[in-house]
């Protein structure tokens, strides 16, 4: 029977999307209809969102545009200096989130650029460095324009080691730096004593022996290794703690093999840090959503990205534009006697997790840590389904056992975020406002409306125009 | 939930009316459940106006006009504004009536799809739309792009949508009613305003919905049921449109093995889309009966469709109606359905007709099919010696009980009054009891709005 | 009227849909009625009139819509066999609940037109997929009498069907039967006397709500007369006309209330939804396999003793409508 035959052969299961009036009439019938609890749009938006449905680009381009995000297959090939990888030309540091300056950063993106300073000896103390910072003599970009992403303050400065992620479908790569660790760490906005002294062991000891362990080991598939971590409690955003042990037992042998001297010490220092894999985990996410980028079109999210000032999101079918509003504070819980008072703003690029189908969006995959971010196990597997509303796919390798192992929702539509008001729910750390502080807690954030808004009306300015 | 009120006017309690207004956030009901809930308040005793409304640009406009002072809203605020001597104890009963909304919606499911393209992830054969019209679009292409079908209830879409969406359906092959599509039955499911029919033989494409709902329930009358009526908008036939739906309309129901004629109803067509639908029409298999109003009157259509079937026509239910009163002046229509507005001016020949559910009657308040407010004032509005002609259609989502209003207001009008009552037997409100109720109120109803008119005239 | 001892109360008004096959009783004068079975889907409710259905199945969304259905749009009352009940003026009185229908369907939806080439290729697919199932016993059936077994056509639960997609077929109660294969040979010749003495052999054959034989006949009726039309074979329907008349003659006494009740339905051609989209599935308005997998789910057997008879009734058809 043709399509529109069907409709006809007996009475119809309706989906009823408007006046209650009218799923009261079907009801009274013993009609089977699917109700949808339909809100207004986020205000402002209603004729950017037909401009731009009604473009007949669309529909292709987002299919295109996802079927790379959740196709690629990143694969961690190497450890490697930051001065050997990435264009860092004369001083130039890289940072987490849409592109700032020194006047308009927070506290802990400060404290991490004052860090970088001390550590490449660009500076003699922190009163030195910020002088020389303030003056703009340092070349400020963010990490997103280099193929990078950066955790929290995401200061990338030369004398840093980089994992190295492979797109073996689509060819791409993309770097993020090594983990420090919790508590005072540059990333936090730390740059004590302790913390130089750690990114200088990073330098000297730590890169060479994963660079070299990776050599032997060759690339480790981390679509796989992600997959498998999901499934073992991670979300891979806020618990790293399966993925991390994976990670180690990959590359432990080769570690005692390449560098015996330091062996010990290395693994040591990777055992201790339970986000070890988060940084491998954010590059794989980057080199995927780089995949989808750049499809004409396509209203397709392919970076979520915070400075600790601004929220900044780019859409694949506006090339490098970012589209900000205000970071909003964390709401979680704090270490110690820390409060929402000495929060910061929300910062970094791991809102990659996100982008890419994992973090928040596959919350229902590590209920250990739902008490962590506020919640009951049924919070979190209802921010995984309400993920579905808003995103254009269900991921193929990523799944979540407690939903019947159905894929992670992946691929957020800025129409859906602004047709449903649900905004992408993120999991995220929480540094301290004042630079040098460090962490202060985790829990979970909302992404200013605005950010989305605005991309969706500059994708309407720019969507093919049959109306 | 965030609240904030503010009150103003008169002491509270005393004989002196007050202003209750708030806000409420993060809080949405479709505007037909809150024009309900806002009738409901106003038939409080002690309160005289009830405004609770989405605080969209116009509803803030009707309630400033009402002299109410408003604070700062956004479109997805909830405003409420009473106003009367226990207009503080109204509030009361709001948050009951807004509690068992919020209840009902909230139990249907354990998380609701919040769009139409995540609701098209489980099993369903056709989307409703009756979001307002300026979101419908969204909605619909969500349907077609899923495959489905798609009635579009809502009014107030633009043309170039209404002509995109259609477009791309011819390309997906699948169907869209509307928008501005009141009536259609699934074979036997009634969508929007439709009446309770037996199955049968007869499928119609309508253009119009009051004008689909006249023809079939003079068939169910008949004895004659109906296998499905397609509604196609109110545009469709016009040049823009092109016929797009009507046409994919006919070859469906030609297709259809329980369809055995089919009834085309609409207002005369755009002359170069009249061309191209007769061309189609001579391609079918099936016999098609076209009632273009102005052409030919809906009974008529029934009527033929009948004798094309060999069956027999029957007279046409009508209940003599005595009030005593004097007919000779003027002669009003007082419509709710559009079509049958029509019909009937043109039977008439004269007078002075209004439907009451153009948009322009209908912007912030509820159709007259639901909401009998301006119907009622409309008839108290009448003199000695006028005769009013009126419509009232039956049905699925029509008023439950328009009698209850409307022979009140019709035994007190200083006018003569005939009633064209559009229903079946099987209709929730009862024909036979409406009936009744609008002739003991002295109107004479009959079941073809055509023989109403035509006895109007003649009251003259 | 007064029904016994009855005590009226206020009912809680629902409203739902029927089949039309059940205007006539829900709309004539009101009639005492009593509840024959009741299971967790459906009640089963005998009303006392000649008109037919004389036994109405009061059910909710997961059961089969039977030709003599009334679906509620709530859940159902909860009765137990015996309880006294009222039908008529429009409504169904039952329990605590008075029901009346807003939609109306067509028990006997119009097949349309089919060519003979396009049934006598339906059948060879029809043979080759029942050929699957080739039974080696007839099967040990489950005792389903009323209030003692499960509903017999209430769609099997997942759990205790081995019939789901690509799985086995549910084989028929009466497979092997001799009085079945003289009534599948006296209908391909238009035999009326053997057809007729055949089918009230067959009336009542079997254990349970709806027996087998039940079964095959309604099963068999329903397609002399649906496809019988749709093919312009006039034998077809005077064969299912006679045959209908031998068969409801005395079913009443014959056999279960319910299981008269579906054979005149079947007489006048109303079925399941599973039943005519088998046919369908024969007419080329739809696929058969899944139609064909649908049916074969209902009941312990009902869907293959349905399934039997209307293989019977699309043999008789071609048969009867001249050389292939």
Redesign the interface.
Known sequence: MTAPGRLLASAPRVITVGAGLLQEALDAQAVETVPVAWRPPLPGTGEALAAVLADPRREQANALAVSRLTSALPQLVGVRRASDVLDLPGRTFLHAGPPIEWERASGPLRGALVGAMLLEGYADDEQDAEARLASGRVRLEPCHHHATVGPMAGVVSPSMWMFEVRDAEHGGTAYCSLNEGLGKVLRYGAYGPEVIDRLRWMDQVLGPALSAALALTGPIDLRALIAQALQMGDELHNRNRAATSLLLRELAPAVVDAAPGSASEVLRFVNGNDHFFLNAGMAAGKVSTDAARDVPGSSLVVAMARNGTDFGVQVSGLGGRWFTGPAGVPDGLYLGAYGPEDANPDIGDSTITETSGLGGFAMAAAPAIVRFVGGEVSDAMAATRSMYEITLAEHPAYQIPGLGFRGTPVGIDVTLVARTGLLPVVNTGIAGRVAGTGQVGAGLVNPPAEAFTSALLALADSAAQPL | MGASVSGSGGVRGGAVSSDVVSLRRGV??????LM?VSRQLSGLPGVDVAIVA?ATELNLALARDLGFALPEA???DLLVALRGQEAGAAVAELDDHLTR?SR??GE??E??????????R???????????G??A???A?D?I?A???VMI??DGV?V??EV?LKTLADER???VMGPDCGTAV???????FAN????G?VGVVAASGTGAQQVTSLLDLAGT?V??VLGVGGRDLSAEVGGRSTV?AL???D????T?LIVLVSKPPAPEVARHVREVVETLRTPVVSAFVGEKDLTEAAEEALRTLGRSVPAWPAWPGWSGKKAGGRLRGVYSGGTLCSEAALIAGRGEFVDYGDDAYTRGRAHPM?DPTLRLEALAATEPGDVVLMDVVLG??ADPDPAASLAHAISRAPATVVVALVGTE?D?QDLHRQAAAFREAGATVFTSNAEAARHARSLL | MTVGTHVRRARTRVTGAASAATRPVLESQRRPARVLAAFPAGVYLEVRTDLEPSVLAVITGEATRLPNSVLLSTGLPRVTVGDEALVGDGTVELGPLSLRARRWWDPAPPLGEVARARLAASLDHLELLTAEAEPRTAPQRRESFPGSGPDPHREKPPESGCQREGGAWQVPGLVGNSVVEALAESCAKGWLLGAVSAAEQLVGLGPGLTPSGDDVLAGLLVTLRQLGRAAGTGRAVWLADWLAAAVTYDARTRTTAISATLLHCAARGEASPEVIAVLRGLTGGQALEPALRRLHRLGHTSGADLAQGIAIGLSAVLALGGPR
């Open positions: 949405y009901h479709d505007s037909v459940t309900r989405m956004e479109p997805g909304l009902s919606t249907a499911a998380q609701p799809p919040l769009t139409t393209r995540s609701a098209a489980r099993p369903a054969d056709l989307v409703l739309v009756s979001v307002p300026e979101h679009f969204c909605e292409m349907a792009q495959g489905l079908p209830f809502s633009p170039a949508q995109l092959d699948v169907l699934i074979a036997g499911a009634g969508l929007g309770v029919l037996r199955p033989p049921g296998s499905h994919r070859r469906m129901l297709d259809d093995p329980a055995a639901i699925h989502g099987g929730p």
